[in-house]
Nanobody, 120 residues
Framework: QRHLVESGGGLVQPGGSLRLSCAAS????????IRWFRQAPGKEREEISC????????TYADSVKGRFTISRDNAKNTVYLQMNSLNSEDTAVYYC?????????????WGQGTQVTVSS
């Protein structure tokens, strides 16, 4: 069964750091574009970062630019989100999403989410 598994969330103090992992199970992440999203209580899901299949191109939402870094290790079949200088507004459930299109067929997978809470 193909799915994504996020890990690395938890409780961290303001100014702290966490590294989230998104591991694929049952399939290879090579050639998949990976996006990280987050959803805070009462807010819409927000796309915060994206990385292409070979890791050569990355994008970030303004809200996390300069603090978060997305990377991937295709040999480990895992994508990471390094989060630094965390603040209370980063509190949310974080999800990863994998997508690729082969001819006209879309392949999409979501993880179950990992909770990040920034609080003193």
């Amino acid at each position: 069964q193909r799915h994504l598994v996020e890990s690395g969330g938890g409780l961290v103090q303001p100014g702290g750091s966490l590294r989230l992992s998104c591991a694929a199970s049952g399939f290879r992440l090579d050639y998949y574009g990976i996006r990280w999203f987050r959803q805070a209580p009462g807010k819409e899901r927000e796309e915060i970062s994206c990385i292409n299949g070979n890791g050569g191109n990355t994008t970030y939402a303004d809200s996390v630019k300069g603090r978060f870094t997305i990377s991937r290790d295709n040999a480990k079949n895992t994508v990471y989100l390094q989060m630094n200088s965390l603040n209370s507004e980063d509190t949310a459930v974080y999800y990863c999403h994998a997508h690729k299109k082969v001819f006209l067929v879309d392949f999409d997978y979501w993880g179950q989410g990992t909770q990040v809470t920034v609080s003193s």
